[in-house]
């Protein structure tokens, strides 16, 4: 049978010079790649069974990668992943494990006196929240951070404080979520009511980091400073909650953090200016890089940019192509392996995954624009930009509950004018360094831009997001498809096509089967230590059931569950707080034991001690604790109890998003 030349290359087949034809592999054979891959397969694996949320589903990934790789079979192909993959897996999952054991050592709960060196700060309100290193407890090193909330504005970072307070652990993470102190290695908490300043740490970067601050807040308006801040170190936390939100909301987030975007810029701009030291001017654009990563505090998307720009310049003093995918994969693993615990940072994942989906995906897309006749410029701004929003979809939506759809236009207006920006501040900060009389007018440009992004901001609306949904295993389907679909992969036209079919399909009924309780019973749980938010779905009806939980951590709940609630339920002492919160949370109907004055519009409020939603029947047994009657099966709910949920069938509560039956077509999520 003969075939063309046309059909060869579209069966991932070549000719070779002699004109036999040769099987191409499925993919290209990457060390690096398959080393990350496994790194991440070892840490993901243990975080997933030590923390919850582990499913079989976020196997298919690894079980689709490995064939991959192996297509078409040799020795040397078989040898390499029989000993990177399990090596470097086991490599991660030791990582982690001796990471958590270590995290979970120091001392206990108490009252003690303790001291370190400020590293981050967050001020506001008359308080300032500082992560401290080199932590001193009674006199004692010890290992980890400390954060502690001191009753002052005045503290900057590479002050030394001493207190003494009621000093707490931080508890592991529960799946990926409330993982901040894990990640970032922040053992204790506290809350002091004095302290005291002993003196400066010598470090040099965070005396420029204070310097930087009090700088900036001396010659520019509070909120304007704030954002400058975070631009250039990547503290964003005293930045203005509802503009952060609207710029989240907005999928532009990553320009007011320092990202591996702005590494880059910078990087870029120190190669432009060192270009007479040709070949070796990639040395002191590396190390501005490392010392700006040092003022950001290394944070794990500049350090994945700093150790990108590197293999950069080494492929490039070799004179060598650089490429893309195989950099990500030194970059995961030279990150994870010293800190597995990055992995369940969200800021991991998405700085990664912008990265693979331009690997994967920009030269395609790029082309593809091409074609349309647009300006090459535009076309390969616009290909990248797809390519990571199609890339982190699932990850945004399953780590914060939803999908911007105005991320692509925003990205495509503030992207390029990121870099004159980004750098237009830097030197104008510089100028206000080195010559503090003139700061003032340095600043005056920066202060006006950022005044009037404030400003356009608060006019516009980025309310409509995809949310009230969750993926479930089709974030696994998804990001398997992206990957069999891309360019790096040699599929024929019609076996892509097919796959694109079976996945669309597989993937939508993933999603229907998550979302859907099939004419049952869905209780859905997140209780916290502060919080209790119970979400229960009928065909009928969905019912929220909450105490004085924080707004902002209902809207969370709900955005990643539901986009309804027809009735809310309070379970508190407190009902002036927790009615509030329902009714900020859209309930169209409010239920509560105690008639309680809340001064808002109160139709629609029922004060009762039994009810009915739907099939659901309700009972208060006291002001936290209610029962509800529903298909012949009776289930209590108290938000005051440690156990949160009770029924007829003993139940034992477990971390991450797991699934019991209670009852004939009564599903408990957990």
Known sequence: MEVSEEGIADM???????????IRPFVNFRVLVVCAIGTVFGVSLYAGIRFGGFAFSDLLFFALFLPLCLFPVSKKRVLALCLLFPIFASVGCLGLHFYTENFLKGVEDGTYEASGTVILIAVGNGYTSAELRNVTIDGLPVDGKLSVSLPSEAVRTGDIVRFT??????????????SYHFVSNVRYLADAASFVTEGRSSDPILRLNALLYDTLHAHMDREEANISYALLTGNSRMVDRGFMTAVRIGGIAHIFAVSGLHIGILYGAALLLCRPLKKYACLPALLLAFVYCTLCNFTVSSVRALIMC?????????????????STGLAGTAVLIPMPAQWLSVGFRLSFGACLGLGLFSGSFSRGLSRIRLPRFLSDLLGATLSVEIFTFPIMLEAFGYFSVWGLLLNLLFVPLLPSAFLALMLCTFCALVIPPAAGFFLLFPEGVFALLLYLFALSDFGYVLCGFSLGAGAVVWLCAEVLLSERVRLSRRLKAAIALFAAGVFSLCVFVENSCFGGVVIDVSAGEDSYLVLIKTPEATVLLLNDT??????????????RVDAAIVLSDDGMAALGTAAFAGAAALYARTETATGFHENGTVFAD??????????????????????GHVVCFDSASSVPIGADLDIQSTAGCLKYFLGYDIILKL
């Not at 991932?12 to 040769?22: I, L, R, T």
């Not at 707490?168 to 993470?173: D, T, V």
């Open 12 to 22: 991932g087949a070549a000719k070779s010079p002699e004109g036999k034809v040769k």
């Open 165 to 178: 307070a009621n000093i707490h652990r931080a508890s592991l993470p529960t799946g990926t979520q409330d």
């Open 550 to 563: 924080e707004l902002e951590l209902a809207e969370d709940f709900l955005m990643r569950r539901t986009n």
């Open 310 to 326: 590197a293999a950069l310049s080494v492929n490039g003093f070799l004179a060598r192509k650089n490429d893309l995918l195989s």
């Open 610 to 631: 039994s009810f009915t939603v739907g099939e659901l029947s309700f009972r208060y047994e006291t002001e936290t604790r209610v029962m509800m009657t529903a298909r």
